[in-house]
T-cell receptor, first 110, second 113 residues
Framework: SQTIHQWPATLVQPVGSPLSLECTVE??????LYWYRQAAGRGLQLLFY??????ISSEVPQNLSASRPQDRQFILSSKKLLLSDSGFYLC?????????FGSGTRLTVV | DAKTTQPPSMDCAEGRAANLPCNHS???????VYWYRQIHSQGPQYIIH???NNETNEMASLIITEDRKSSTLILPHATLRDTAVYYC??????????????FGPGTRLSVLP
């Protein structure tokens, strides 16, 4: 079965600092991978998805970017964080029964 | 993907059955009904999915009406650990090359002691 690993679990970063969140996948090859963001008390917003190495689709314009340097690695980045980038970031992998989600990273930009 | 409508919140007594409704009146013939839940500060967790027949697994039962325009997720004996936001999603069958899932606001289920 597919397992999604995300780290760190929590992160506090100052405005203007860079960001790199990593997501790795176990148990499957060539998965579709997704980055979601969830603001406090809100639903999940799809940010990026990838169907393969080097292939990234962006769902919403924003201050973030994503990369997929390896089949089982998906990275979410920012060069300069904004206060509005605060939220709960979730990585997910596609599978036959839907998505498997990681445990998430709670990012607070101060 | 078809839109779904769920009540924003529900309460259920511990040990009783929790019945969570979902309306999906514009569902297409090739769209499945999926249920996920999200416990506070965790990633969403897959619960169950179905096309037109009722489904049951170790977590829950899914009852889909004959016209497929609505469904009900049943947690037969709710526990405090079932307190979570429950998402009903309709879309074509999930596979490794499928479209993304669209998560709406869901239903916040509170299981009360």
């Amino acid at each position: 079965s597919q397992t999604i690993h995300q780290w760190p679990a929590t992160l506090v970063q100052p405005v203007g600092s860079p960001l790199s969140l990593e997501c790795t996948v176990e148990g499957t090859s060539n998965p579709n991978l997704y980055w979601y963001r969830q603001a406090a008390g809100r639903g999940l917003q799809l940010l990026f998805y990838s169907v393969g190495i080097g292939q990234i689709s962006s769902e919403v314009p924003q201050n973030l970017s994503a990369s997929r340097p390896q089949d089982r690695q998906f990275i979410l980045s920012s060069k300069k964080l904004l206060l509005s980038d605060s939220g709960f970031y979730l990585c997910a992998g596609g599978g036959s029964y839907g998505y498997t989600f990681g445990s998430g990273t709670r990012l607070t930009v101060v | 993907d078809a839109k779904t409508t769920q009540p924003p919140s529900m309460d259920c007594a511990e040990g009783r059955a929790a019945n969570l409704p979902c309306n999906h009146s514009t569902i297409s013939g090739n769209e499945y009904v999926y249920w996920y839940r999200q416990i506070h500060s965790q990633g969403p967790q897959y619960i169950i999915h179905g096309l037109k027949n009722n489904e049951t697994n170790e977590m829950a039962s899914l009852i889909i009406t004959e016209d497929r325009k609505s469904s009900t997720l049943i947690l037969p004996h709710a526990t405090l650990r079932d307190t979570a936001v429950y998402y009903c999603i309709v879309r074509v069958h999930a596979n490794n090359y499928g479209q993304n899932f669209v998560f709406g606001p869901g239903t916040r289920l509170s299981v009360l002691p």
